[in-house]
């Protein structure tokens, strides 16, 4: 039997190509904003506007290709169309797509497992940032468009974390010994981070 000729853009469902199109478009708009971003002043009001669309078009990027996943387009599609897009590579029909990586439960539950490590690590380091931003005396956010792009992150990875737990069949006991040890690293993880200076951990809340 001879091996399935490779895809391209053309060959696939037209809804699947519009999704694709509309991660490679997001990706693209980011990554110019970004750029223009640098060109401006730090903490201008025109600076403190692009980054406020950057965190938009971040946010939409990052649920559409949640959504790309879960509706069954192949991860190394998606990665593709992102990539492409930021580095400025055109999007075209003729474009060949990679074979599909191999999806397999194991590889899902890391996935679910990352993610709610990464969510307790987000979580620890925003107590550890509010401790010591109230000892120093700041009682307000001082970035809040960057606090309201973390929230949205860390939705977002709780809606795919989520999601893929629920795609693999994983029943309620599992989900609870997953979610609540990132739960309980949650302190674990705070308690070191409250060694870090402000500055250190402003860096890695803002990253």
């Given at each position: 039997?001879?091996?399935?000729?490779?895809?391209?853009?053309?060959?696939?469902?037209?809804?699947?190509?519009?999704?694709?199109?509309?991660?490679?478009?997001?990706?693209?708009?980011g990554?110019?904003?970004?750029?223009?971003?640098?060109?401006?002043?730090?903490?201008?009001?025109?600076?403190?506007?692009k980054f406020?669309?950057?965190?938009?078009?971040?946010?939409?990027?990052?649920?559409?290709?949640?959504?790309?996943?879960?509706?069954?387009?192949?991860?190394s599609?998606?990665?593709?169309?992102?990539?492409?897009?930021?580095?400025?590579?055109?999007?075209?029909?003729?474009?060949?797509?990679?074979?599909?990586?191999?999806a397999?439960?194991?590889?899902?539950?890391?996935?679910?497992?990352?993610?709610?490590?990464?969510?307790?690590d987000?979580?620890?380091?925003?107590?550890?940032?509010?401790?010591?931003?109230?000892?120093?005396?700041?009682?307000?956010?001082?970035?809040?468009?960057?606090?309201?792009?973390?929230?949205?992150?860390?939705?977002?990875?709780?809606?795919?974390?989520?999601?893929?737990?629920?795609?693999?069949?994983?029943?309620?006991?599992?989900?609870?010994?997953?979610?609540?040890?990132?739960s309980?690293?949650?302190?674990?993880?705070a308690?070191?981070?409250?060694?870090?200076?402000?500055?250190?951990?402003?860096?890695?809340?803002?990253?």
């Amino acid at each position: 039997m001879s091996p399935n000729p490779p895809l391209r853009i053309r060959d696939i469902p037209l809804e699947q190509a519009a999704v694709l199109r509309r991660i490679h478009q997001l990706a693209a708009l980011g990554t110019r904003l970004r750029q223009a971003m640098q060109a401006r002043t730090p903490g201008s009001a025109d600076s403190t506007r692009k980054f406020g669309q950057v965190s938009e078009v971040d946010r939409d990027r990052d649920l559409t290709e949640i959504h790309a996943r879960l509706d069954g387009l192949p991860a190394s599609w998606v990665d593709q169309a992102c990539a492409a897009g930021q580095s400025g590579r055109a999007w075209t029909d003729e474009l060949l797509l990679p074979a599909p990586r191999p999806a397999t439960g194991r590889r899902n539950i890391k996935r679910v497992l990352d993610d709610t490590r990464q969510l307790a690590d987000m979580a620890a380091i925003t107590v550890a940032r509010e401790h010591r931003l109230a000892t120093h005396g700041v009682t307000a956010e001082p970035e809040p468009a960057a606090a309201g792009q973390l929230r949205r992150n860390m939705e977002a990875i709780w809606t795919r974390a989520a999601a893929t737990a629920t795609s693999i069949g994983m029943d309620r006991k599992q989900r609870a010994r997953v979610f609540n040890a990132a739960s309980s690293d949650v302190n674990e993880r705070a308690e070191s981070y409250l060694h870090d200076s402000l500055d250190d951990l402003n860096a890695q809340w803002s990253s």
